[in-house]
């Protein structure tokens, strides 16, 4: 279980001004690969093939709109079961997606969540409906806040043009890296070689790469240069957004010698001041 707090905290179990009865008052849905425990817990269960999920999205897009689908299956799920799940979501009061990092997993994922925002954005016409991604790792929702803040955009932006650009499936890390592109990389507080797929992360042994991080991990060990630092929470203050958005301020526990991740950041801006573009 990667959320051990999802259902009790934000979406089955907990009450609200729509749901004062919790769990009662509640419809879960839960589409996977496989069974696991969270589709034990849910009223609705569906099994989409492997690689189906942009078929599947497309078909239920179809669906709210009234269109005709002429196959009996769709990714596995039987064409009736999507239908009665399109009139679930119509009929509902308020309704949430959480996308779930499966979706990324699969080639044309870009297009495959693209096709998640564009069916809720729909489904918006009936009732209202809302997508939550499920972060996979500490502060991604942090982390998109800021770029977009900066630039516009949540992920995958190039500044190699002087200008943000938004690229997903060209410029993300993954692929990027995937590609062969990236001779040099700098990696903050996270641990790509053990969670990249297998040519990202082989690629990130190959190239010179600084890490900054509080913790030993599998690209620390591979990395040229580590730098430690200081952990917010713990021994920095700092900010971390929820899930939800919802930005929580972190206070230091203990002392530390270490720098933070901002003071070495901002070190080595200041010593790139004046240095001229090699471009």
């Not at 064409?79 to 997993?105: D, H, I, N, W, Y």
Request: hydrophobic content about 40%; aromatic content about 6%; proline content about 6%.
């Amino acid at each position: 279980v990667s959320h051990v707090r999802h259902f009790t905290r934000y979406s089955a179990l907990t009450r609200g001004m729509l749901t004062p009865r919790g769990r009662q008052d509640r419809t879960v849905v839960v589409v996977d690969v496989r069974p696991t425990a969270t589709t034990r817990a849910a009223d609705l269960f569906l099994q989409v093939q492997p690689g189906a999920d942009f078929e599947v999205l497309t078909t239920l897009r179809a669906l709210v709109r009234e269109k005709e689908i002429r196959p009996e299956t769709v990714g596995g799920i039987a064409t009736t079961q999507l239908r009665e799940l399109v009139e679930r979501m119509k009929s509902c009061r308020f309704g949430v997606a959480f996308a779930g990092m499966g979706l990324t997993q699969t080639r044309g994922r870009d297009l495959t969540v693209s096709e998640l925002f564009t069916l809720v954005a729909e489904l918006n016409q009936y009732t209202r409906f809302s997508v939550i991604p499920m972060r996979g790792h500490g502060n991604v929702a942090g982390a998109d806040q800021v770029m977009t803040w900066q630039s516009g955009y949540p992920f995958a932006v190039s500044f190699g043009r002087g200008y943000p650009v938004y690229g997903p499936g060209e410029f993300s890390a993954v692929d990027v890296l995937a590609r062969r592109e990236a001779d040099a990389a700098l990696i903050i507080a996270s641990d790509p070689v053990a969670h990249f797929p297998a040519d990202a992360a082989r690629r990130l042994e190959e190239i010179p790469t600084i890490v900054l991080d509080p913790s030993l991990s599998l690209t620390t060990e591979t990395a040229r240069v580590v730098l430690p630092t200081a952990c917010c929470g713990v021994d920095a203050a700092g900010t971390a957004y929820r899930m939800d958005g919802v930005p929580i301020r972190l206070r230091p526990v203990l002392p530390s010698t270490r720098p933070t991740d901002e003071q070495i950041l901002g070190q080595i801006i200041a010593r790139l001041d004046g240095v001229p573009d090699s471009r």
